[in-house]
């Protein structure tokens, strides 16, 4: 049996390694689509019971998924039933999976050696293909990735031990290529990046010391890997990198660093369950950065701020640097939803009223607290808007590796998890995009923790 998977990954390898770095109009760039064929797809919603999913999460006990037609989610007189029909995906893969068409792609929960290709239905999840790693082994969630097309999908991680604790010290950026075709996931190449060696004129020596996963994405125009990641020292210094990698050699062609904030959003679980970055229409990328509050207790109280890269460029927009250096909060998620606009999901403990100064953490930051939302982020006018419907604020929802956003139609169906004994169970709001209206949508059934929400291409 291994020896008949082995021929058909090679057979796989052999068809699509020669176009593995072409361009297409479905590569993941988060750009929303045009208008779809609404019965062409389906959204997923994935619930769990006894706490919110995460890299930190506790007293989960279950992890669920329920796929609905796209007009259930707009309409306000429906609640969205979990019992008896939504798949528990808890023993087959985790939450923080890549979504890509209508499959979800992981290392394996089950082993940290595997990588797997996944279809998930009301009825359960059926695993496409799995394989084992080769020489470069990712450990579950621990590693970012970008589709260089629709076929080739690049994992990048770091090569650190099982343990979360273990030290960062003399590590490397690993990456893995792998085809994709109807049954088959198969490696295509591997190897490691010499970071190092192109850091060396920002620091003694270049880092040597990296973040567990990053962020990654794909620039189409001039078929570039982008990398963004930091320095995991002991000695480091504030800021992050960012290297542009040649997406057919995966050679680095060069390395900027960013100094006017503290770090990327996501340094240590890539984008398998959260978007930390986004392209808009003219191929700028916007990259979700964090700033430690002044006096803060610890090191996740931080307030937000968008970093550019422009289109073509190799290195930050030094120009912009977008919600500035204000106490706005911590930016969580942030994704294109068209027209100039990005959602904004963001935590901010003393609007909710779980605090009075954000520099103290107890009770007020943390992803069981209610203590987060949405903002509507306009790009040219570098203006912030709290996300309302009929004039009152969104009520503040928990969950801080969540994404409930999902852009479908110049729609942007945006889930709150709020606290179920004041404000009921969990519910969509729909946001046009041309218009800035704002309609009440669909809720959960009580009883659940709303962790994301995705739009997915029917089999």
């Excluded at 669920?64 to 893969?93: C, E, F, H, Q, Y």
């Amino acid at each position: 049996m291994k020896t008949i998977k082995y021929l058909a990954a090679m057979a796989a390898v052999l068809t699509l390694g020669a176009g593995v770095t072409s361009c297409s109009d479905d590569d993941d760039d988060n750009v929303p689509a045009p208008v779809a064929n609404k019965g062409d797809y389906h959204f997923d919603l994935l619930v769990s019971v006894g706490g919110t999913t995460g890299m930190s999460s506790t007293g989960v006990t279950a992890t669920l998924v329920r796929s609905v037609d796209i007009d259930a989610l707009s309409n306000p007189d429906t609640t969205i039933s979990m019992k008896g029909i939504g798949a528990d995906i808890t023993a087959d893969i985790n939450s923080e999976a890549i979504i890509k068409g209508a499959y979800y792609y992981e290392a394996s929960p089950l082993k940290n050696t595997w990588y797997g290709k996944y279809q998930v239905s009301n009825t359960g999840v059926n695993n496409v293909t799995r394989y084992e790693f080769a020489t470069n082994t990712f450990l579950t969630r621990q590693y970012t990735h970008a589709w260089t097309s629709d076929n080739s999908l690049v994992i990048l991680g770091a090569n650190r031990s099982v343990s979360r604790k273990s030290k960062y010290a003399d590590n490397t950026i690993m990456w893995t290529r792998l085809a994709d075709s109807e049954n088959i996931l198969a490696i295509v190449d591997e190897g490691t990046l010499d970071l190092t060696e192109a850091t060396k004129s920002f620091r003694e020596g270049g880092v040597t010391a990296f973040c567990t996963s990053g962020l990654a994405t794909y620039r189409k125009a001039d078929n570039t890997i982008i990398y963004a990641f930091t320095d995991a020292g002991t000695d480091a210094e504030a800021g992050f990198y960012i290297a542009f990698i040649d997406a057919k050699t995966m050679e680095v062609k060069h390395v900027c660093r960013e100094t006017r904030v503290d770090e990327m959003a996501g340094t240590a679980y890539g984008e398998l369950q959260q978007d930390k970055m986004f392209f808009d229409e003219n191929g700028d990328l916007y990259i979700a950065c964090g700033t430690k509050i002044p006096n803060a207790e610890k090191d996740a109280q931080q307030y937000g701020s968008l970093v550019r890269v422009k289109n073509g460029e190799y290195t930050t927009d030094q120009t912009y640097l977008g919600l500035g250096k204000v106490d706005n909060g911590k930016i969580l998620t942030a994704e294109y939803i068209g027209n100039g606009k990005c959602a904004l999901y963001v935590t901010n403990p003393v609007k909710a009223g779980l605090i009075s100064d954000m520099t103290v953490y107890d009770n007020g930051w943390g992803q069981n607290a209610f203590n987060s939302y949405y903002y509507i982020y306009d790009i040219a006018s570098d203006k912030f808007t709290e996300l309302t419907y009929n004039g009152e604020t969104l009520p503040a929802s928990c969950g801080s590796f969540t994404d409930r956003v999902a852009v479908f139609n110049n729609k942007a169906y945006l889930g709150v998890n709020p606290d179920e004994a004041k404000y009921g169970s969990p519910r969509i709001y729909v946001y046009d995009v041309n218009t800035g209206a704002v309609s009440l949508g669909a809720r959960i059934e009580g009883g659940y923790y709303f962790n994301r929400l995705s739009v997915v291409k029917n089999k």
